[in-house]
C-alpha cells in the first residue's frame, strides 16, 4: 500500500514544470519600447519642470499640466520616458503637448524629444503612455 502511495505522488508530481517568467515590457534589453509606468516623484517633477523650461518663450511663467512617466530600457541603455502638458505664456496655443527622455545613467539628464507637435500623442502611445486627457 505505502508503495502504491509513492508511486502515485511520483507520477502526479511528473507533469509539473516549472515555466520561465515572461520579461517585462520595458526592461527588455532586445529593442522593446514599452515602458513600465512609474509615479513621478518631486525629484523627477524638478528634473522634468527644468528641461522643458528651457526650451520655452516664457520659462518663469509655464504652468505644467498631467504628466506620466515610465522607464525601458533601449539599446542597452536605461531611460525614463515622460509625457505630458505644458502651458507656455508666450506660445498661442495654450496647454503644449512634449515627450522628453532622462536618463539616469547619464546624471539624470533631460533631453526634450518634441514640444507641441502633432506627433507627440502617437509617440506618446507606441511607448505605452496615454496621453493624459488636460
Not at 529593442?31 to 522634468?48: F, H, K, R, Y
Not at 523650461?53 to 536605461?78: C, D, V, Y
Request: charged letters at 20%; one cysteine or more; proline letters at 9%.
Amino acid at each position: 500500500m505505502r508503495k502504491t502511495v509513492y508511486l502515485l505522488s511520483a507520477a502526479s508530481l511528473c507533469g509539473c514544470v516549472a515555466a520561465a517568467p515572461s520579461p517585462a515590457p520595458g526592461g527588455n534589453p532586445s529593442g522593446n519600447t514599452l515602458v513600465d509606468p512609474i509615479p513621478i516623484s518631486l525629484a523627477l517633477e524638478e528634473i522634468i519642470t527644468v528641461g522643458v523650461r528651457q526650451h520655452l518663450k516664457n520659462p518663469i511663467a509655464a504652468k505644467f499640466g498631467p504628466m506620466l512617466a515610465g522607464e525601458r530600457t533601449k539599446s542597452g541603455r536605461h531611460e525614463i520616458v515622460v509625457c505630458g502638458y505644458v502651458e507656455d505664456k508666450g506660445a498661442p496655443a495654450g496647454n503644449e503637448p512634449f515627450i522628453g527622455k532622462i536618463y539616469p545613467d547619464a546624471g539624470n539628464s533631460f533631453e526634450l524629444v518634441a514640444i507641441d507637435d502633432t506627433s507627440v500623442g502617437g509617440t506618446c502611445r507606441m511607448a505605452g503612455l496615454a496621453m493624459p486627457e488636460t
